[in-house]
């Protein structure tokens, strides 16, 4: 709980600071750009190695990560993450073009929630609501702190 009182997000002008990983640029190019026109501020990372280095730097609302990426998938970066303890309250939005996965067996490995590339729409308001919620939880402790002194 005091935890939360510390953290604050990096946030431009109240958007949800999100950190995107994907390793195809061409994919990042995009998403990024997706995620931006639904005003959400975005630090991309194109490694789960360059994510880690990001997410010690800044506070984020939401990690969307991809799946299917060399040398780390993004469910071993969760779980590199979790078992850390340094991003335990951190919510993760995996997202993947493959649609083998299921969403039951990602959630299992430490995600959130998990949305196939192809569903933007879902995938809009699937990220929208976990940094929307992610922003109102790290708000609370703030504005508690602030009316206590």
């Known amino acids: 709980m005091f935890k939360k009182l510390e953290k604050q997000s990096s946030t431009v002008a109240g958007q949800p600071l999100v950190l995107l990983v994907e ?14 026109r639904l005003d959400m501020s ?3 990372a194109e490694s789960a190695e360059e994510a ?3 997410l010690n730097q800044l506070h984020f609302d939401l990690v969307i990560c991809d799946i299917n990426m060399p040398n780390q998938s993004g469910t ?6 979790r078992e850390a303890g340094n991003q335990e309250e951190l919510p993760f939005l995996c997202f993947s073009a493959d649609p083998s996965y299921h969403e039951d067996t990602i959630i299992e490995k430490g995600a959130n929630a998990f949305v196939l590339k192809t569903e933007r729409a879902r995938l809009a308001r699937t990220a929208s609501q976990l940094a929307v919620q992610a922003r109102s939880e ?9 009316f206590q002194a």
């Open 23 to 36: 390793d195809d640029f061409d994919q990042r190019s995009l998403f990024k750009l997706f995620f931006e």
């Open 42 to 44: 975005v630090v991309a």
């Open 52 to 54: 880690k280095e990001v």
């Open 76 to 81: 071993e970066l969760i779980a590199d993450l």
């Open 138 to 146: 790290s708000l609370i402790p703030e504005v508690y702190r602030r």
